[in-house]
T-cell receptor, first 115, second 112 residues
Framework: ETGVTQSPTHLIKTRGQQVTLRCSSQSGHNTVSWYQQALGQGPQFIFQYYREEENGRGNFPPRFSGLQFPNYSSELNVNALELDDSALYLC??????????????FGPGTRLTVT | GQQVMQIPQYQHVQEGEDFTTYCNSSTTLSNIQWYKQRPGGHPVFLIQLVKSGEVKKQKRLTFQFGEAKKNSSLHITATQTTDVGTYFCAEDLTSGTYKYIFGTGTRLKVLA
């Protein structure tokens, strides 16, 4: 196990609702990245947080937002849910946002279903 | 969304056969990572390659980074049923910033 935890494990929401997903990073890691993985696809980078600041963003609309807390845990918020948001949401923590020590440790993911 | 091409998309092999997956980029990469995801699981880090022409080995797995740092490969010798899963490469999105674009993945099935 990686030491990265995510909650909840599964979630069912209705289109138009809002959702918050949570991630606790591995001890000592100050960087958290969030990914969306649709069925049969590779993970898509959403954004990364480094020491509580957003440190890069993928091609996702503003209704995807995040936070990182002083203990380096993180939240992913998605507003105005759409059916296409149904996916596995993965967070990955790493020791640093840059340099060679950026091996990513993934959590088990949150399976979001939007109906 | 933006993804990196990997070939093949699927590979079925008999146990004991070798397996190779390739990852190709149109741009020069600063580094590349490889991950394995078991069915129903999450990606697990395997290796990171940084240097041009770098070759790294982990037991039956051999990872290569091309001389031009535009392609990479993962080779598994004498596959076992425990090798089943999807293998992803992950490319650095922007040089030096270490945010990654994942490949489309190669799904490996090993037949006993």
């Amino acid at each position: 196990e990686t030491g990265v935890t995510q909650s909840p494990t599964h979630l069912i929401k209705t289109r138009g609702q809002q959702v918050t997903l949570r991630c606790s990073s591995q001890s000592g890691h100050n960087t958290v990245s969030w990914y969306q993985q649709a069925l049969g696809q590779g993970p898509q980078f959403i954004f990364q947080y480094y020491r509580e600041e957003e440190n890069g963003r993928g091609n996702f609309p503003p209704r995807f937002s995040g936070l990182q807390f002083p203990n380096y845990s993180s939240e992913l918020n998605v507003n105005a849910l759409e059916l296409d948001d149904s996916a596995l949401y993965l967070c990955a923590s790493s020791l640093s946002a840059g340099g060679p020590l950026n091996e990513q440790y993934f959590g088990p993911g949150t399976r979001l279903t939007v109906t | 969304g933006q993804q990196v091409m990997q070939i093949p998309q699927y590979q079925h092999v008999q146990e004991g056969e070798d397996f190779t997956t390739y990852c190709n980029s149109s741009t020069t990469l600063s580094n590349i990572q490889w991950y394995k995801q078991r069915p129903g699981g999450h990606p697990v880090f395997l290796i990171q390659l940084v240097k041009s022409g770098e070759v790294k080995k982990q037991k039956r797995l051999t990872f290569q980074f091309g001389e031009a740092k535009k392609n990479s490969s993962l080779h598994i010798t004498a596959t076992q049923t425990t090798d089943v899963g999807t293998y992803f490469c992950a490319e650095d999105l922007t040089s030096g910033t270490y945010k990654y674009i994942f490949g489309t993945g190669t799904r490996l099935k090993v037949l006993a």
